[in-house]
């Protein structure tokens, strides 16, 4: 029942690859499909992108807890994306230190099945939420790959166009099946093996 995740900085194609994957009817009848939440916040007037504050941050990270305890689960975004998010804003003096520690603490005990990664390859398009500051999406673009070697995290990136990321998707997902099928084979052909000794 895996959980995958589907990171990288704003703009980059997260919401318009999960939104082509919500059509292909083998995914939509097997996930769950968990979208961005920040424009659910924006509309109580709480700040977000590069304005965000402690409130923006813990509000994400309590509704990414949440998410996390729905199996078969595509995020748009996760515990990595609140994390660097997160730092970004304490670089920047607008959240509290303490707030980095709870994003750092959620990041390392909430774990994924699958992440995957989009770096940006397109200009930003103005959409009413996302911000349309290069500086900001560079620095964040940085920062996840700070995180990311820094845990070791190493992801599936998707890039080129939408049919491109799609069929990297469907092909991953591919082989972590033959993978778990794999798997359970083993441990079954183990268990046997206990019985026929016993």
């Given at each position: ?51 965000g ?92 790959e ?10 599936i ?7 491109e ?14 993978w ?19």
């Amino acid at each position: 029942m895996p959980k995958i995740s589907i990171s990288g900085a704003h703009s980059t194609g997260k919401s318009t690859i999960i939104n082509a994957l919500k059509d292909i009817p083998t995914l939509s009848k097997r996930f769950a499909f968990k979208g961005e939440i920040l424009r659910d916040i924006k509309k109580t007037g709480i700040r977000i992108n590069e304005y965000g504050s402690d409130e923006t941050q813990l509000l994400v990270l309590s509704k990414m807890m949440e998410y996390a305890t729905i199996p078969n689960t595509i995020l748009d975004r996760c515990m990595l994306d609140c994390l660097v998010y997160t730092a970004y804003l304490y670089e920047n003096g607008q959240v509290k230190k303490n707030t980095l520690q709870i994003a750092e603490m959620l990041f390392e005990k909430i774990r994924y099945d699958i992440y995957f990664y989009i770096a940006p390859e397109f200009p930003i398009i103005h959409d009413g939420i996302r911000s349309e500051n290069l500086e900001f999406r560079d620095r964040v673009a940085e920062l996840f790959e700070e995180y990311m070697e820094s845990y070791k995290l190493i992801p599936i990136r998707l890039s080129g166009n939408v049919e491109e990321r799609v069929n990297c998707f469907i092909n991953t997902i591919g082989m972590y099946d033959k993978w778990i099928m794999s798997e359970n084979e083993e441990k079954q052909k183990f268990m046997e093996s206990i019985k026929l000794g016993s």
